[in-house]
C-alpha cells in the first residue's frame, strides 16, 4: 500500500500569529527569486487550496516526466512548504533547488527576474500537467485570466468591476466556476507604468452573472431571469451595488446583476425611451437545466412569446410573470402586477427596497448567488515582488505582509544574505471591508494611508479568489 505524503497544516491566525510575525520569517531571496518567493508564499503559506498538487500521483506519466513532476512536487511539498508552515522559514539553499531542477525548462529560473504568471504557467503545464483552471465561452481554457481593459489614472476601481469589464470587451463568459482557484492578472503596461491610479482587491467577488447556464433571477421582480440586456450592465440599483446621488457607488456585488431581466420585465423596463434601442441586443437565456428544480410548478406556466426572437408582452397590460410563481397576496403585497416606473433613472424593486427576493421565500429551492473569496494578492512596485496573504476565513480576519528581501546583512569577505521578513497586519481585513462596502473612507490620495494599505492598492498585480469548497482544511 502506498504511503500518502504528509503535508504540514497552514498557518493559522489564531494560533501563529505571534509565530510568523518578524524577521527572518517567510521564504528567504537569493538572485532575483522574489516572484517565486512571493508566489509560493501566496499559494501555501494560509491556504490549503493548492495542497492537492504536492499529493497527486504521477503513475501515468512517461519516465521522464513522470520523474520530473514526482521530484518537483517532492521539493515543494518537503523542502518548501513543510518548512514554511512548520517553521515559518524556508532557507534560500531549498527554493534554489526547485530552480535548478527546473533549470532546462527556462535558463532563467536560476539567476535573472521572471513574471510569477510566467513561472505558474511552467509549473502547472510543463512540469505538473495540471488541467486548467479556468474554461471560457469561447472554448478556450486557461491557468489566469489577463484582465483587458481601458486605462484610467484618475480611477480607483475595484477587482470585480475590472474582470466583469474584461469578460464584457471580448464577449466571454466563464463555463463553470474556476476551480480550484480563479487567478486574475491586473492590466499594466510593463512593470513601472500603471492603467489605473490604483485597484481595490474585493474580499469576495460575485460571478452568477457572468457564468453559462446557471440559474439568473430577473433584477426586477425576483423571478427566473430569461433575458439578458448586455446595454443595461451597472444601470440598476441594488441592495449590493448602490448608487449615492453624489456618485459615489459602493463597490460591493455584482454589476453584471442589472443585466438579467425575466420576458415580462425586459419589455417594461426597455419601454423608456432611451432604452428602446437596447432591444436590438437582448439575448435570451437557454438553460439546460428544469425551471421547475428551482420553482414550484406553476398552475399556468408563463412562456414569453417572440417576435423576431424577442419576447413580448402578454396582451393584459396586468399580466406579471410572477403569477406563476408566486402565491396571489404576495404579488398583490408588492404591487407586481404594475408595470414599473420608469420615470427615474433607477427603478426601486421589491428585491432593492431592502426586501429578500421573492423566491427565496415561495420557492422549493433557493438560486444562490456565487462568490469566490479573495486570499491572496501578490504586488510589484518597479521590479521587485512581495505579497499580502490573508491570515484567516473570517471577511475581516488579519493579513500577512511578506517581503523576501526586506533587508540584507553582508559579511566582510563581500558575501551575505537576505533577510526575509512576515509583518502580521491585525486590521487590513476590516479596512479592506469598509473601502468594499463604501469607497468614500477612502481619501483622494493614496499617500495619506498606511504604507502596506498603499502598496496593496497602488500596486495589484495578480489576485488569487478561491471557493471554500475547493480548500482541503475547511
Known sequence: MPQIPFVHPPLNEEIDSKRFDGRRKGIQGHRNSCYLDSTLFAMFSFTSVFDSILMRP????????????????????????????????????????????????????????MDPQEFLEMLFSRVLHLEEFLSLSSGESDFFHQVLCKGDAERLPTVQELFEESLREQKLKLKSVPSPVLILQMPRSGNKFKMFKGILPNLSIDITDLIDDIPRMCIICGALATNECPDCYGNFNTNENRQESGGSRTPLGSRAFSTAFCGDCVVRVHLRAERRSHMQKIIQIEYSFNPEDYFPTPSNPYIPPKSNGVPTPLSSPNYSPASAYFPPERISSYGLPTPPNHNSSFHVSPYTNGNPPLFLTTSSKSIPRVTMELFAVICIETSHFVSFVKCGKDRKAGWAFFDSMADRMDNIDGSGQNIPQVKYLSHMGTWLDHLERDSTFLPGSLDTVTPELKRLLSDPYICLYYSPSSAMYC
Not at 512517461?62 to 520530473?68: I, K, S, T
Not at 517532492?74 to 534554489?96: G, H, Y
Not at 531542477?101 to 539567476?111: A, G, R
Open 58 to 113: 504521477y503513475d501515468q506519466l512517461n519516465n521522464d516526466e513522470g520523474v520530473l513532476a514526482m521530484e518537483v512536487q517532492r521539493i515543494l511539498r518537503e523542502e518548501i512548504v513543510n518548512p514554511l508552515r512548520k517553521d515559518v522559514f524556508t532557507p534560500a539553499q531549498n527554493v534554489m533547488h526547485l530552480r535548478e531542477t527546473m533549470y532546462h525548462l527556462d535558463v532563467k529560473l536560476t539567476s535573472e527576474e
